[in-house]
């Protein structure tokens, strides 16, 4: 019989699982707040339970935070008013290096980027149902077998591969504007998208649009989260077509000559202070 782990020893491995359960946690919920507070539910649990007869200590911790994420999903799922209009993604915001990539400060963070997703992914992964956002999200970006999500959703191990295979057909699958504009993101240089960035900070300063322009698909989707309204953009919604989200610059004027390089969820990006 396994002997019931120390305390202190199940609160040390914990904390060496926990960048890795909160990059499960964010690509599962797309929140910050609401992944910490996840992992930090998980914490409790854990302390909780008896772990003495558990032989794969990090498989079972993304487990429990798995079920955890998967019951936020389905309770934001019964609530769709929470969100209302467009809604982005938290975004991961870093330093960006000289060569366009993301720059961590220490390796936590490091891996915290690498575990990541972009904001367009992030996306695409709300419009999947909680039960195939998780098997596609711990399958195909964390690689556990389907026969440890299957109990975590419910269902038959070939019914949980199902889930994932639709999962990445709707997220990867052509013929959608979404998923075109996250292949098309998926293949620029990170030089290509800075160049992007400081087109649209040129076209806001400056009001000339026709560098902007040549760098944009014509079918550009631009998603505006303006949270309490704030924005210089006005309301959330939705900008389509190159000229109209070219454009759109000219609402950040007077916020551009403020506007710092960043990288946000690993890609150029500004923010404004």
């Known amino acids: 019989m396994t002997p019931e782990p120390d305390r202190d020893w199940l609160a040390a491995r914990f904390e060496e699982e926990r960048t890795h359960l909160r990059a499960v946690a964010y690509r599962m919920l797309g929140s910050s707040a609401e992944a910490d507070d996840a992992v930090q539910d998980a914490w409790l649990r854990v302390a909780r339970s008896d772990a003495g007869g558990v032989q794969n200590l990090g498989g079972w911790l993304t487990t429990i935070v798995a079920r955890l994420c998967l019951d936020r999903l389905r309770a934001r799922a019964k609530r769709p008013e929470a969100h209302v209009g467009v809604h982005l993604p938290d975004p991961i915001v870093s330093r960006l290096g000289s060569a366009g990539f993301a720059e961590a400060a220490d390796p936590a963070a490091e891996v915290e980027l690498a575990d990541s997703v972009g904001l367009a992914m992030l996306v695409l992964l709300e419009t999947l149902t909680p039960p195939e956002r998780l098997a596609f999200v ?25 889930l994932a295979s639709r999962a990445r057909r709707r997220v990867r699958g052509a013929g959608t504007e979404d998923a075109v504009a996250e292949r098309t993101a998926g293949r620029a240089s990170p030089r290509r998208q800075r160049e992007l960035v400081l087109a649209f900070l040129a076209a806001a300063r400056d009001g000339k649009f026709e560098a902007l322009l040549r760098l944009l698909d014509p079918q550009v989707v631009a998603r505006v989260d303006t949270g309490d309204g704030s924005s210089p953009l006005g309301r959330s919604r939705e900008l389509r077509g190159a000229e109209v989200v070219a454009r759109s610059a000219f609402g950040f004027r007077n916020l551009a000559p403020g506007a710092r390089l960043v990288a946000v969820n690993g890609s150029p990006g500004f923010v404004v202070l």
């Open 138 to 162: 711990l399958h195909d970006t964390f690689g556990l077998p389907f026969e440890e999500i299957a109990p975590i959703v419910g269902r038959t191990t070939e019914a949980a591969r199902q």
